[in-house]
């Protein structure tokens, strides 16, 4: 995924975290930047070190989501396709994605069509 669509999925830390199946920040987990149009660079801000905060330690010790998904930050298509899965699922959730600039922009450009 285009980071530029990134900011689409990462808007909501807690919306995140509970579409990933956590009660709690994990250790490394990124805590700035969640929701920020200011963030350019979301994947190396927040996705990185999310991912490496899911990955981290042990296999026996991560979460059942990151053991499920079984890739690395250096291949976040799994891990973003999760969240846009699972974020669609929540209705709050998904009015944030669907209520995303980019998405309603995407949503005018198509009905044109």
């Given at each position: 995924?285009?980071?530029m669509y990134e900011g689409m999925l990462?808007?909501?830390?807690?919306?995140?975290?509970?579409a990933l199946e956590l009660d709690r920040?994990?250790?490394?987990?990124?805590?700035?930047?969640?929701?920020?149009?200011?963030?350019?660079?979301?994947?190396?801000?927040?996705?990185?070190?999310?991912?490496?905060?899911?990955?981290?330690?042990?296999?026996?010790?991560?979460?059942?989501?990151?053991?499920?998904?079984?890739?690395?930050?250096?291949?976040?298509?799994?891990?973003?396709?999760?969240?846009?899965?699972?974020?669609?699922?929540?209705?709050?959730?998904?009015?944030?994605?669907?209520?995303?600039?980019?998405?309603?922009?995407?949503?005018?450009?198509?009905?044109?069509?």
């Open positions: 995924m285009d980071p990462l808007q909501n830390e807690r919306r995140v975290l509970q920040r994990p250790p490394a987990w990124p805590t700035r930047g969640w929701g920020s149009a200011t963030v350019r660079q979301l994947d190396v801000e927040l996705l990185t070190p999310m991912i490496d905060a899911l990955c981290s330690g042990p296999r026996s010790q991560r979460s059942k989501v990151a053991k499920a998904i079984r890739a690395d930050a250096r291949n976040k298509d799994p891990w973003l396709e999760y969240l846009l899965r699972r974020l669609l699922e929540d209705p709050e959730a998904r009015e944030l994605v669907l209520g995303h600039p980019i998405c309603r922009r995407l949503a005018e450009c198509l009905a044109r069509q």
